[in-house]
């Protein structure tokens, strides 16, 4: 295990008894980190603190417990809130992932505010949760939606982004570090060209949040999201950031308790930000338990975990390269990733790959990733994907590359 230039990766791994398992005897690497991250300790106790001491329903209790367990979660707003450069809770919602925050802005915003005349602006290289709820959008309200393209080495072409942002552009929606190409794409430069022509922008920061410094107040989006379980925290928790002005506008997502004022038999009103896009009970534990993952990696530090990210992206694509016959995916420059590297083995299907990577205890992802169109565009079906954290080391990417030599032999 090597200390890592920007962080001790030694004493984080001891917070993770998870990367101590092993399989027929052989340590397993975990690369998978942009599918999910692993829960330290820290976090896991977080968790098990609120069940065995202060577990009980928030906001609408007058007893102890309840009152402990509402300033948790409500105070967690807060550290996520401000982990990401937001203004205070009311900018920042809780959703369960990604995946329900670019929802609830495309039923609450979108469908109240797009009409067939308008256009949404999306990546190439977009997820399916921005992809295919923004398609959705356009299909239910009539609105064009338009893709800025690729250029051959994985960038975002500028050039076109500008030409097809436009007065007629209502939502531009950019994933900032794409999943699959590892590109972190300039997210503040197509927010001014989104402002110019008086569009919004939605930032999806679902790889961009757990692996460097964000501050949505320097990038100037509108909306923002990302996943706590991408980035150290449990599952089934995430964060919406929305400028408080655009949120105080929207219509509530979903409806019920705890996202009301006031309610009698013919009308209701809502609850201030974020509750009142928080109907019903929430996930309260993992609210809380976010916080704790966020309090670990401000402890670690965002600059040192983008630059051991970049550390080990940068070996990754070194020593892949070497082996010669593997395509690699996006810029080969790694100051312009995030900490993952798509590829495929020629003549080796993506999962043959991974099954073969698992007999070495080698966690790995193949498919496409959530980005079928992009997929398309690369001419392949699949790829396989291994994305590192904060506690992944060099020796392990030795070992990845060392089972991708198994794999060439077997397929020889
Ligand atoms: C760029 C990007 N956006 C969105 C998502 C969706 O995240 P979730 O499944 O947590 O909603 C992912 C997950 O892989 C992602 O990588």
């Not at 829960?39 to 209790?61: C, D, F, L, M, W």
């Not at 964000?214 to 990302?226: E, I, N, P, S, W």
């Not at 964060?239 to 009698?264: A, F, H, S």
Request: some cysteine; overall charge negative; hydrophobic content about 40%.
């Amino acid at each position: 295990m090597q200390k890592s230039d920007a962080l001790d990766v030694e004493r984080i791994r001891e917070d993770f008894p998870i990367l101590q398992r092993e399989f027929d005897g052989q340590q397993v690497v975990y690369l998978d980190n942009a599918a999910t991250t692993q829960t330290p300790k820290q976090v896991v106790e977080a968790i098990s603190e609120y069940y065995y001491e202060y577990n009980a329903n928030v906001h609408r209790g007058i007893h102890q417990l309840s009152q402990e367990a509402s300033i948790a979660y409500e105070e967690a707003h807060d550290t996520v809130a401000d982990f990401v450069g937001a203004d205070g809770r009311e900018e920042m919602v809780f959703t369960k992932n990604t995946t329900e925050a670019e929802n609830l802005v495309a039923y609450s915003w979108g469908l109240n505010e797009l009409g067939p005349e308008d256009e949404i602006v999306l990546t190439e290289m977009e997820h399916h949760a921005s992809l295919v709820t923004w398609q959705q959008v356009g299909k239910k309200t009539g609105a064009e939606v338009k893709y800025i393209p690729i250029t051959e080495d994985g960038y975002l072409d500028m050039e076109a982004a500008a030409e097809l942002i436009t007065d007629d552009t209502e939502m531009v929606s950019a994933v900032h570090v794409s999943n699959s190409l590892g590109t972190v794409n300039p997210i503040s430069e197509l927010a001014d060209i989104a402002h110019d022509h008086d569009a919004l922008i939605f930032g999806d920061g679902a790889q961009a949040v757990p692996n460097r410094p964000v501050d949505v107040k320097d990038l100037d989006v509108d909306f923002y999201a990302f996943s706590g379980h991408k980035m150290a925290g449990p599952t089934g928790i995430g964060g919406l950031y929305g400028k408080e002005e655009i949120l105080e506008d929207m219509e509530p997502y979903l409806y019920g308790g705890d996202m009301i004022r006031k309610v009698t038999y013919e009308e209701s009103t809502w609850n201030d930000l974020p509750w009142k896009f928080e109907a019903g009970t929430p996930s309260i534990a993992q609210g809380i338990a976010f916080a704790e993952a966020v309090e670990y990696l401000e402890d670690i530090g965002m600059e040192n975990v983008q630059r051991h990210e970049e550390r080990l992206a940068g070996y990754a694509l070194e020593q892949l390269s070497e082996l010669g016959d593997i395509d690699i995916y996006g810029p080969m420059n790694h100051r312009d990733r995030g900490g993952l590297v798509a590829f495929n083995l020629e003549g080796v299907h993506a999962h043959d790959l991974a099954s073969i990577m698992n007999d070495s205890a080698v966690a790995i992802r193949a498919g496409d990733h959530c980005t079928q169109p992009l997929h398309d565009k690369l001419g392949v079906a699949a790829s396989a994907r291994a994305s590192f954290y904060i506690y992944n080391t060099t020796e392990e990417i030795d070992k990845l590359v060392e089972a991708i030599d198994d794999a060439r032999e077997l397929f020889a």
